[in-house]
């Protein structure tokens, strides 16, 4: 009997929903144990002068970038308590950076987790950058409200069926060309005297 091909309906259906649209861990006993690594990054937009109290070390909290690193790598050891579908794994590796981006106007989180098992650890790494960032965001909150998680996203990932997969450049380019955020922007008030547009 020739083995059966997937349709392309079922290719496209979502690993944790069964065919009853019911959610369900994905069951990785046949695969194979293989070393796996992910990396995972996000960026802390904000003022300058928020940035430099941060590296003054003048939070009213504490070392802004030491307690979101610890508070990543916490997060990314129990990532399965946090992401219910996601498989408990045995991380042999988990590192997390919050280092200054003046170009980037904030702090940029990197994360990089490493396991040897059965499933990926993308979801590790990107827990880990997620919550090293509102870490940030709730040591500064208190100074400047406007504050952004301007993105959380996967880099590149090791391992498994799929093998490698790296962001393109171009994607990371163009995230990294975006402004930085300066708090909320304010209409132009017209000056007196100035003639109003007229609503069309």
Same mark, same amino acid.
């Given at each position: ?14 690993? !944790? ?10 069951? @990785?006993?046949? %695969?194979?144990?293989?070393? +796996?690594?992910?990396? &995972?990054? &996000?960026?802390?937009?904000?003022? *300058? ?10 939070? *009213?909290?504490?070392?802004? #970038? ?6 990543? @790598?916490?997060?990314?050891?129990? /990532? ?11 991380? /042999? ?25 059965? /499933? ?7 827990? &880990?950058?997620?919550?090293? &960032? ?8 208190? @100074?400047? %409200?406007? @504050?952004?998680?301007? $993105?959380?996203? #996967?880099?590149? %990932?090791?391992?498994? %069926?799929?093998?490698? $997969?790296? +962001? ?8 990294? *060309?975006?402004?930085?955020? !300066? ?18």
């Amino acid at each position: 009997m020739e083995p059966s091909h997937p349709s392309r309906s079922d290719r496209r259906r979502l690993t !944790h929903v069964d065919r009853g649209g019911r959610p369900r861990m994905v069951d @990785v006993s046949a %695969k194979p144990v293989t070393a +796996r690594r992910a990396v &995972a990054e &996000a960026l802390v937009a904000m003022e *300058a002068a928020t940035l430099q109290l941060v590296l003054d070390g003048r939070s *009213a909290k504490g070392d802004v #970038l030491t307690v979101a690193e610890i508070a990543g @790598v916490m997060a990314g050891k129990r /990532t399965s308590e946090l992401i219910p579908l996601c498989h408990p794994l045995p991380l /042999t590796d988990l590192v997390v950076s919050a280092t200054p981006d003046r170009p980037g106007g904030g702090i940029r989180i990197r994360a990089e987790a490493a396991t040897t098992a059965r /499933t990926g650890v993308e979801m590790e790494a990107l827990t &880990a950058a997620s919550v090293a &960032a509102l870490t940030v965001y709730d040591m500064v909150k208190g @100074v400047e %409200k406007g @504050v952004e998680i301007r $993105w959380v996203r #996967l880099l590149e %990932k090791t391992g498994g %069926k799929s093998g490698e $997969w790296r +962001r393109p450049p171009d994607d990371r380019d163009q995230a990294e *060309a975006r402004p930085a955020a !300066h708090g909320p922007r304010r209409p132009a008030v017209p000056k007196r005297g100035a003639p109003r547009p007229r609503p069309r």
